[in-house]
C-alpha cells in the first residue's frame, strides 16, 4: 500500500520530510474553490495503533492535490465519534490571513506593486510566505483602515483579487496571482459517457443592467478637479422586467469616451448583466482527457438540453486514490467568500482620500524594500523548485518520445539494409556469373577466404598505440586545436576499441560476402554493479536530493579540463543519494573522485534500514570522516581530483542510501567540495569507475551494435583505388595519393575550425608534398596598450601615483578567481587614506574612442574604490593633465568576479595610465583591492581579454611554427599503418586485379561494372551505400529524404528544425522565435541578454547599463553612488552634494537653472539657493551676466540673506503694469502707473541730500 497522508509537527515549514505516515485513513478529501476556500477533511479509525490519540490542534498534514502535488494542511478541528476521529484542516495559507495590515494605497499600478504594498504595510512580518502575480493591468486600490490580510487580499470585489480580477493560486508557502488558472484542454463531458451527477443551479440576483461612471481628476495646470459623469446601459437591459443599477468609478480615464468605454467592456467582458449559471457534476474516468482546476470544458447532457463551455471553479479530491470526486463548473471565478464586509475603497482617485501619512525615515524604506526583495526571492525559489520538476519530466517525457521515432528510423534503415543486401547479392553473383563464363560463386567460399581478415583484440591494439604516437610525435606543440585532427583509419579503429576496451571479454568477428558482422558481449569486470544513478551529474541531479539548495552540478578544469560535469556542495550541504536494496553482512566499496578548499569537515554516512521499516534509516553508519589537513585548507585535496575508496560490511540491513555533508571553515573565504564518478558496488576490488547499468544503455547500443559491409560497399570503396588496369605497381602508388589526399581533407576541415576560432584573417595554401600558413592578423578590435595587465608574475611598470615609482601594489591569488590558477593585482589598505596604484604609460590616438576593461574583487571591510584614466599631451612632464574618473567610490563585491567596461575619448591628448585607488578599511583591518585582466583598446566593441601584442607574440609564433610542416612523414606513417592492416587481411594487389587468398580475384571490369560514367557525374547502381568511418564531401549532399539515428555537423542551415529535444550548449542566432512555452519555462539566477522584447515580466532584482521606457512605476529611484535620491511616493528630490543643479540649456539662449551651492565664508558654513539664468551660459550667479535670486542661510544662527539680481526688479500685481519699479542701477523706486495714487508708509523717512531730485518728484507727483 502507498502512503500518501503524513502527520507532522506544527512548525515544519517544508513538504520534502515525511513524518508518521497515516495508513489508515478512510476518508482523505481535498476540497478548493478558486479564490473561497481550501480545505482538506479526513476520517481515521480509532484502532490498536492509537494512532489516532496522535492528533492536536495545528499539527500538519501532508496530502496529495491534483494540480501543486504535495501541500500542508494544518488541524483546525477535531471530532471524535464512536469509532473514528475526523479532521477538518485548512491550507498552510490560513496561517496569514488574520494578519494585520495598515491601510495601503496603490494608484494606477499592476497587481504585483499592490502586493508589494501589502506585505509593506503588514504589522507582523510574514516569515517563509511569498506573492507572485503576472496580472500587469493597471488599477487603483486603496484602504483607509487597518484590515486583515484576507480581506485586503481576497474577500470580495473590493480586494486585490477583486480588482485585478485574478484567479488565486496557492501552493504551499506561495501564493500566486495570475489572471486565469488552466486551459481549454477540449475535453468534453457527456451523459450516458463519464458524466455521471447532473446539478445546475441558475440566478439572476447578482445582475447588474446600468452603470453610473464617475472620474475625478485633476487637469495639468488648473487647480481644481474636473469630474466626469457618464451612465452606460447594458445591451440586455430591455430583456429584465427590472433595473439594476450600480456605480463605479475609474480616476484614470480623463475623457467621457474613454469612460462610456469602461462601462461598455464591464457589460461585454465581464457579464455582470447576464445571470449565473452554475453546474456540479460528478464525472467517471474521462478516458484519459485531464479537467484541473481552472480549466474550461464542455458540458453536454442530453436530457436537460445543455451544451455550453463552462470553466472548473472548484472540485472535491480523493487524496487516498488520487481521483477526483466532483468538479464544479461556472461562467468565471469568484472572489472571496463572503465571510465579512469589506471597508476596502476601490477604483478612488487618491486625490479625494486624506493622503497625509506618516514620514517614513529612510532606514525604514530600505526595511520595507529588503521584505519586498526577500518576498520576490521567495516566490522564485518556490516557483523555481515546481519549475524544475516540470520540467525535467517534460524533458523525459521527450526524450521517449524521442527513443520511439529514433527506433522508428533505425527499423526503417535496418529494414533497407536487410532489403538492399538480398537485391545486392543476388546482383552480385549474376555479375559474377555473366563475366566468368557461368563461374557460380559461392557465398561460403568467400565466408571461408575472408575468415583470413580476422585480427586479433591484441593485433588491433598495437596498430592503434603505434599510430598514435607517430602520429602525436608529428602533432606536438599545437596543444588543444590538434586533438580536433583525427585521421578517418584512426577514428575507425578508435571507435572499435573504445567499445571494447574494459567492457568486453570476448569479441569474434563474422565476414561475410554481404560483409562483416562484428558483435561485442559485454561481461563486467570486478565487482557488482554500481548502485547509484546518475553517479556522475550526467543528468544533472536527477536521483540526488538536498533539501537546501546547496547541490549544484557543474563542471571544472581538474576533471576533463571542465568538458564533464561534477556534483558541487557548497557549505551546509547534506545530499542524500538514490536509496538502493544491498545483501545483509556483504562488504562493500564506495570510490569517488574529488577535491575541496577551505573544509572544515567532509562526511559520509550509510543510512540504513530493514526490510519492512517505514522509518527513512534505522542506523547511521559513518564511511568516512574527513578533516582538514591545515587550517582553511582541503580534506581531499586543493590542486586536483584524487580518488578515495572505502570498504566496509552492511550489517543486518536490507537498503538504504549513501549521504554526504559538507561544511567550510572559515566564512569569510570560498569554500566548497566537487564529487563526480561515485561507484557503489559489493565486493572489494578496486576497480575503474562504471556507470550504473540503468545509466548505460548508450553503452549497451554500442557494445551491440551490428554493422554489415557488402561486397558493392567494398567494391564501392576500390573503386576510389583503381578505375583501370594499368602497369605493375600503379595499384599501390593510387592507393597512396588516396590516402594522402584523405589527410589533406582532414587537415583543411581542421584549419579551417582552428581560423574560426582565434584568426580574423588568414590564408594559406598547401598540397601534398606539405603546407605554408601566413597568418595576416590576429585581431580583435584594437590590440591592448597596457603590457603586464594579465596573469602577472611582477609589478614591474607598476608604481603608487606615478607609473614605475615605489609601487605599493602586489602579485596574488584570490580563491573565485580562476579557482586560484590566475594571478591578479593586490592593493591593500589598513588605513582611512587613499592607496594608490599606477599602471605604466601608453600611447594613444586623439579624438579616438577607447576601451577599458578589468576584473575587480574586494574584501568585506573595503569601503570603496575610485578608477581613473589619466592623460597628458605629448612633451607634457607633469603626471597628467586631463582626468577622467571612470568610477567614483563604487563598491566592489567580494564574493563575485566583477568585470568592469569604460569607454573614454582621449579629445587632443597623447600619452594616458590608469589607476586603481583604495579608498581605505571600513573596521581598521586591511582592506584590499583585487584586480586583472586589464584590457585598453582602441574601439568600443566589449571583448574578453586579450593580452597584450608583446605578451602573445612569441606563443603565437611558436605555434605558427610548430603548424607548418609537410605532410608527406604524415603520408608515409599512414600508408605504412594501411599497408600493415593490408597484409594482415592476406589480400594480394596485382596490376590486373585484386586476389584473395584462396585465388578468387576481383578485377576492374568487375567494379566498373557496378558504376555508370555520365558526362557530369557518376551514378552507382545499389540500392544501398554504407561507409564505415567518416566520409568527407568538399560539396554539398543534396537528399529528398534523410533518415538517420544521428547527425553530426559543424554547421547545419534550414528552413524549419522539428524535435522532440534540442540539446546545445550553445545557440547562435540573428532571430530566435520562440513561444510563450519556453519563457514560461526559462529560470536562470543570472542571463546577459544582447536584446529581449517581452510583452511581459517580473524581476526581483535587474542590474543594467541602459533602460529604454515609455513608463516607469515604482517608489523610488537613487544613483549609483547615493548622492541623488527620487522619492516618487513621498514627492520628494533629494541632493547630497555640492554639484547639485536642475538647469535648461537652449543653443542661443541663456541657461536656465535652479542650483544648491555650499561654501564656508568667514569661518561659517553657509547654503545657497540660487534661482536664476546666465546669459554667459554657464550656472554662476556672481558675475554680471545673472539674473535672479540667492537665498543664503548659514548653520551658526547669524544674518541670513536673501540677494535679488538684475537691473529692473518690477513687482506686479498681475499682467497689468499696476505695481512698482525698482531701477536697481539707478537705484530709484517708481510707481508703475503715475496716475494712480501710490503711497509708501514708514516709520522713519531719510531725505537724500540732493534736493533737485526731491523736487522733481514732488513736482511729478503733484503734477
Excluded at 352 to 366: A, G, N, P, R, S
Excluded at 578 to 594: C, E, S
Excluded at 675 to 681: K, P
Excluded at 1181 to 1197: A, C, E, H, P, T
Aim: aromatic residues 10%; negative net charge; hydrophobic residues 35%.
Amino acid at each position: 500500500m502507498v502512503i500518501i497522508l503524513y502527520l507532522l509537527d506544527r512548525n515544519v515549514q517544508t513538504v520534502k520530510w515525511n513524518g508518521q505516515p497515516l495508513h489508515e485513513a478512510t476518508k482523505a478529501e481535498v476540497e478548493e474553490v478558486i479564490n473561497v476556500s481550501y480545505t482538506l477533511k479526513v476520517d481515521y479509525p480509532i484502532t490498536d495503533t492509537e494512532i489516532y490519540k496522535k492528533f492536536q490542534e495545528d499539527m500538519l498534514i501532508i496530502a496529495p492535490t491534483p494540480v501543486t502535488g504535495r501541500q500542508l494542511f494544518r488541524i483546525k478541528e477535531i471530532s471524535e465519534q464512536d469509532d473514528t476521529v475526523s479532521l477538518t484542516c485548512q491550507h498552510i495559507t490560513e496561517d496569514i490571513f488574520k494578519r494585520s495590515v495598515r491601510p495601503i494605497k496603490v494608484s494606477n499600478s499592476t497587481c504585483q506593486i499592490a502586493l508589494n504594498a501589502m506585505i509593506s504595510a503588514v504589522k507582523t512580518p510574514l516569515g517563509k510566505f511569498s506573492f507572485t502575480s503576472n496580472i500587469m493591468d493597471n488599477r487603483t486600490f486603496n484602504t483607509t483602515e487597518d484590515e486583515t490580510l484576507y480581506k485586503i487580499l481576497m474577500d470580495g470585489k473590493h480586494s486585490i483579487v477583486g480588482a485585478w480580477e485574478g484567479e488565486m493560486i496557492r501552493d504551499n508557502f506561495l501564493i500566486d496571482i495570475p489572471k486565469s488558472r488552466g486551459i481549454d484542454r477540449g475535453v468534453v463531458i457527456t451523459t450516458h459517457q463519464n458524466l455521471k451527477q447532473y446539478e445546475r443551479n441558475k440566478s439572476s440576483s447578482s445582475i447588474i443592467t446600468r452603470l453610473h461612471l464617475k472620474s475625478t481628476f485633476k487637469p495639468e495646470g488648473v487647480e481644481e478637479d474636473t469630474v466626469l459623469k457618464v451612465t452606460v446601459d447594458s445591451p440586455l437591459i430591455g430583456s429584465y422586467p427590472y433595473i439594476n443599477e450600480a456605480e463605479y468609478e475609474n480616476n484614470d480615464l480623463n475623457t467621457e469616451e474613454e469612460l462610456r468605454k469602461w462601462g461598455e467592456a464591464k457589460f461585454k467582458n465581464g457579464n455582470i448583466d447576464k445571470p449565473t449559471d452554475q453546474i456540479k457534476i460528478e464525472a467517471y474516468e474521462l478516458d484519459g482527457q485531464t479537467v484541473h482546476l481552472g480549466d474550461t470544458a464542455a458540458l453536454m447532457s442530453l436530457k436537460h438540453d445543455v451544451m455550453l463551455k463552462k470553466k472548473a471553479v472548484g472540485y472535491v479530491y480523493d487524496a487516498l486514490s488520487e481521483e477526483y470526486i466532483s468538479l464544479t463548473f461556472d461562467d468565471k471565478a469568484g472572489h472571496g467568500g463572503g465571510l465579512s464586509g469589506s471597508n476596502g475603497i476601490s477604483d478612488v482617485a487618491s486625490e479625494i482620500l486624506d493622503t497625509v501619512q506618516k514620514t517614513q525615515e529612510d532606514d525604514e524604506y530600505y526595511k520595507k524594500l529588503k521584505v519586498l526583495v526577500d518576498n520576490a526571492n521567495r516566490a522564485f525559489e518556490d516557483k523555481a523548485g515546481a519549475l524544475e520538476k516540470e520540467i525535467t519530466d517534460g524533458i523525459e517525457q521527450a526524450k521517449a518520445q524521442a527513443e520511439v521515432v529514433k527506433e522508428e528510423i533505425s527499423a526503417q534503415v535496418t529494414e533497407k539494409i536487410k532489403a538492399a543486401n538480398q537485391a545486392n547479392k543476388n546482383e552480385i553473383v549474376e555479375e559474377f556469373k555473366a563475366q566468368y563464363n557461368g563461374i557460380e560463386v559461392k557465398m561460403e567460399g568467400f565466408k571461408a577466404t575472408t575468415d583470413q581478415l580476422k585480427a586479433s583484440d591484441v593485433d588491433i591494439k598495437k596498430i592503434i598505440n603505434d599510430f598514435k604516437d607517430q602520429t602525436q610525435s608529428q602533432f606536438v606543440g599545437v596543444q588543444g586545436a590538434q586533438s580536433r585532427f583525427e585521421q578517418t583509419t584512426e577514428k575507425a579503429i578508435s571507435d572499435l576499441t573504445n567499445v571494447a576496451n574494459g567492457k568486453a571479454d570476448r569479441s569474434y568477428v563474422e565476414q561475410t560476402v554481404a560483409g562483416v558482422k562484428e558483435e561485442f558481449t559485454t561481461i563486467g569486470a570486478g565487482g557488482g554493479p554500481n548502485m547509484l544513478r546518475n553517479s556522475r551529474a550526467d543528468e544533472g541531479l536527477k536521483y540526488w536530493i538536498e533539501a537546501n539548495n546547496r547541490l549544484a552540478f557543474t563542471a571544472h578544469k581538474f576533471y576533463f579540463n571542465g568538458q564533464k560535469r561534477m556534483f558541487g556542495l557548497r557549505p551546509g550541504a547534506v545530499v542524500k543519494s538514490p536509496r538502493f536494496i544491498v545483501k545483509q553482512n556483504a562488504d562493500y566499496t564506495l570510490n569517488f573522485l574529488g577535491f575541496d578548499n577551505n573544509s572544515k569537515m567532509f562526511k559520509v554516512y550509510f543510512c540504513k534500514r530493514r526490510k519492512g521499516s517505514i522509518s527513512d534509516f534505522e542506523e547511521k553508519q559513518l564511511i568516512y570522516d574527513g578533516k582538514p589537513r591545515w587550517t582553511d585548507g582541503p580534506v581531499l585535496d586543493g590542486e586536483r581530483a584524487i580518488k578515495k575508496s572505502f570498504q566496509f560490511n552492511v550489517g543486518n540491513f536490507d537498503d538504504g542510501y549513501l549521504q554526504f555533508e559538507y561544511e567550510r571553515n572559515n566564512p569569510n573565504k570560498w569554500g566548497g567540495l566537487f564529487l563526480t564518478e561515485l561507484d557503489f558496488y559489493e565486493g572489494t576490488n578496486d576497480r575503474l569507475w562504471q556507470p550504473a547499468p540503468e545509466d548505460q544503455n548508450y553503452l549497451v547500443e554500442q557494445a551491440q551494435a551490428t554493422f554489415e559491409k557488402t561486397v558493392e560497399g567494398l567494391s564501392t570503396q576500390l573503386t576510389k583505388l583503381e578505375t583501370k588496369t594499368g602497369p605493375s605497381g600503379e595499384l599501390e602508388q593510387r592507393m597512396l595519393t588516396y590516402s594522402e589526399k584523405a589527410a589533406v581533407d582532414a587537415l583543411k576541415a581542421t584549419r579551417q575550425i582552428l581560423e574560426q576560432g582565434y584568426v580574423a584573417k588568414s590564408q594559406y595554401t598547401e598540397d601534398v608534398a606539405g603546407i605554408t600558413r601566413r597568418f595576416d592578423e590576429i585581431v580583435q578590435a584594437g590590440e591592448n596598450l597596457l603590457k603586464n595587465s594579465g596573469n602577472p608574475q611582477n609589478v614591474e611598470g607598476w608604481g603608487y601615483y606615478n607609473p614605475g615609482l615605489s609601487p605599493a601594489v602586489t602579485v596574488s591569488t584570490n580563491p573565485i578567481y580562476y579557482n586560484e590558477s590566475r594571478k591578479l593585482f593586490k592593493l591593500d589598505n589598513s588605513t582611512d587614506n587613499i592607496k594608490a596604484a599606477a599602471s605604466q604609460r601608453f600611447n594613444i590616438k586623439r579624438n579616438t574612442t577607447y576601451t577599458i576593461s578589468f576584473d575587480a574583487i574586494g574584501s568585506d571591510n573595503l569601503k570603496n574604490a575610485t578608477f581613473y584614466f589619466l592623460a597628458r599631451k605629448k612633451g607634457e612632464t607633469g603626471t597628467f593633465t586631463k582626468v577622467v574618473t571612470l568610477a567614483d567610490k563604487i563598491t566592489v563585491t567580494q564574493d563575485s568576479i566583477t568585470r568592469y567596461c569604460f569607454t573614454v575619448n582621449t579629445e587632443d591628448y597623447d600619452e594616458a595610465f590608469l589607476r586603481f585607488d583604495n579608498n581605505g578599511s571600513s573596521n581598521g583591518q586591511t582592506a584590499s583591492l583585487y584586480f586583472g585582466d586589464i584590457d585598453v583598446y582602441e574601439g568600443s566593441i566589449k571583448r574578453a581579454y586579450q593580452p597584450p601584442t608583446d605578451n602573445g607574440s612569441s606563443v603565437i609564433e611558436a605555434k605558427l611554427a610548430e603548424y607548418k610542416q609537410t605532410v608527406d612523414g604524415q603520408f608515409t606513417t599512414i600508408t605504412n599503418q594501411m599497408g600493415d592492416m593490408l597484409r594482415k587481411t592476406d589480400i594480394q594487389i596485382t596490376p590486373g586485379q585484386i586476389s584473395f587468398g584462396t585465388g578468387k580475384s576481383i578485377n576492374g571490369r568487375t567494379i566498373s561494372s557496378l558504376l555508370v560514367q555520365e558526362p557530369e557525374s557518376i551514378a552507382l547502381i545499389a540500392q544501398l551505400i554504407k561507409v564505415k568511418g567518416d566520409m568527407v564531401v568538399d560539396g554539398s549532399i543534396t537528399s529528398r529524404h534523410l533518415a538517420s539515428q544521428s547527425v553530426r555537423t559543424g554547421h547545419m542551415e534550414s528552413g524549419s528544425v522539428t524535435t522532440q529535444i534540442l540539446a546545445s550548449n550553445a545557440v547562435t542566432a540573428d532571430k530566435l522565435l520562440v513561444d510563450s512555452a519556453m519563457i514560461n519555462k526559462l529560470v536562470s539566477n543570472q542571463a546577459f541578454i544582447r536584446e529581449l522584447t517581452s510583452q511581459k515580466a517580473f524581476i526581483t532584482q535587474l542590474n543594467s547599463i541602459d533602460i529604454a521606457s515609455n513608463r516607469f512605476t515604482g517608489d523610488r529611484i537613487t544613483s549609483s553612488n547615493g548622492s541623488l535620491t527620487f522619492d516618487l511616493v513621498k514627492n520628494q528630490l533629494t541632493m547630497m552634494n555640492n554639484t547639485a543643479s536642475i538647469s535648461r540649456e537652449d543653443d542661443g539662449y541663456p541657461t536656465q537653472f535652479i542650483r544648491y551651492e555650499s561654501s564656508i565664508e568667514n569661518g561659517q558654513k553657509h547654503s545657497k539657493t540660487i534661482i536664476g539664468s546666465n546669459r554667459n551660459g554657464s550656472r554662476n550667479w556672481n558675475s554680471v551676466s545673472f539674473s535672479g535670486i540667492v537665498i543664503d542661510n548659514n548653520s551658526n544662527k547669524t544674518v541670513d540673506k536673501i540677494f535679488q539680481y538684475g537691473d529692473y526688479n518690477n513687482m506686479r500685481h498681475a499682467s497689468s503694469d499696476e505695481g512698482w519699479n525698482f531701477s536697481v542701477v539707478t537705484q530709484t523706486l517708481t510707481p508703475g502707473i503715475w496716475n494712480k495714487n501710490s503711497e509708501i508708509w514708514c516709520r522713519h523717512f531719510v531725505i537724500p541730500k540732493k534736493q533737485n531730485q526731491i523736487q522733481m518728484f514732488q513736482q511729478n507727483s503733484s503734477g
